[in-house]
C-alpha cells in the first residue's frame, strides 16, 4: 500500500512543472515569488534578495551597512553634545557671520555707506551703526548693519558715527533712528531663549542665501 503512494507520489512530483501544482508544499509556491532585484546598498552589486526589504547581497555587506548607520548614530550624537556645549556668544558669533554674509549680499550694488566709495579693488565689512559690544541686542538688526568700507570707514573710522547717523537718518527717517536710539528693544536672551532658536535662525539665514544663489559662508 505504501509503495503505491508512493509511486502516485514521485510521478505527480516528476509532472508537477506541467500542472503547476507546488512540488513538496504550499509554501514552495511562496519562495518561487521572489522580490525583483535590487541593487545592494553597500557594494552596489546586484543580486536576488530573498525577502522585499533585505538591503544587502550579503552578510559581509550587512555587516558593513552596520557598522556605517552606527557611526552616523554616534555622529549625530556627538553633534548635538557639541552644540550643547557651545556658549551663547559662539553661537551668536556664528549667527553674526551669516547676517554679515547677507548684508554684504543685500548691499552689494551699494557704496560705502559712510564715505560712498564705489572702488571695486578694497575689501567691504557689514558695519554696525550701533556696535555689537555696546548694543548687543542690536547686532542681528538689519538696519543697524551696512556695507561699510573696511579700512577707511568701519577699522579706522571707528564706524564714522557721524557719517552713519546722517545715513540712517536719509535711509530710513528719523521716526526709525530714534527707534534704534531707543531702548524699546528685546535683549538677546529675549530674542533667542534657546540655543535652538539660534540655529534656526541660522537656517533661515543659510536658506535666504541659498534662494538667492550664494553658498553660506558656515
Ligand atoms: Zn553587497
Ligand atoms: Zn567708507
Known amino acids: ?19 503547476n501544482i507546488p512540488k513538496n508544499n504550499g509554501l514552495s509556491k511562496l519562495k518561487t515569488k521572489k522580490p525583483r532585484k535590487k541593487r545592494c546598498k553597500v557594494c552596489g552589486d546586484v543580486f536576488q534578495p530573498e525577502r522585499p526589504l533585505t538591503p544587502c547581497c550579503s552578510i559581509k555587506c550587512a555587516i558593513e551597512l552596520t557598522r556605517r548607520q552606527n557611526d552616523q548614530k554616534q555622529k549625530k550624537v556627538k553633534t548635538v553634545k557639541r552644540k550643547e556645549l557651545m556658549t551663547r556668544s559662539q553661537w551668536y558669533s556664528k549667527l553674526q557671520i551669516l547676517v554679515n554674509q547677507y548684508v554684504r549680499w543685500r548691499d552689494r550694488d551699494q557704496p560705502c555707506c559712510t564715505c560712498g566709495t564705489t572702488n571695486q579693488h578694497i575689501k567691504y565689512d557689514a558695519g554696525h551703526f550701533h556696535t555689537t559690544g555696546a548694543r548687543p541686542e542690536l547686532r542681528f538688526e538689519l ?18 558715527r557721524k557719517e552713519y547717523q546722517t545715513f540712517i ?5 528719523m521716526d526709525h533712528f530714534e527707534w534704534l536710539e531707543s531702548n524699546d528693544h528685546k535683549s538677546l536672551k529675549e530674542q533667542f531663549p534657546t540655543w535652538q532658536d539660534i540655529e534656526d535662525e541660522m537656517k533661515r539665514y543659510r536658506q535666504l542665501l541659498r534662494d538667492v544663489g550664494i553658498k553660506p559662508s558656515i
Do not use: A
Open 143 to 160: 538696519t543697524n548693519i551696512h556695507k561699510q568700507c573696511s579700512q577707511k570707514c568701519n577699522v579706522y573710522g571707528s564706524g564714522m
Open 169 to 173: 537718518i536719509d535711509k530710513y527717517g
Open 1 to 19: 500500500m505504501l509503495r503505491l503512494w508512493q509511486k502516485f507520489y514521485y510521478r505527480m512530483r516528476y509532472f508537477s512543472h506541467l500542472f
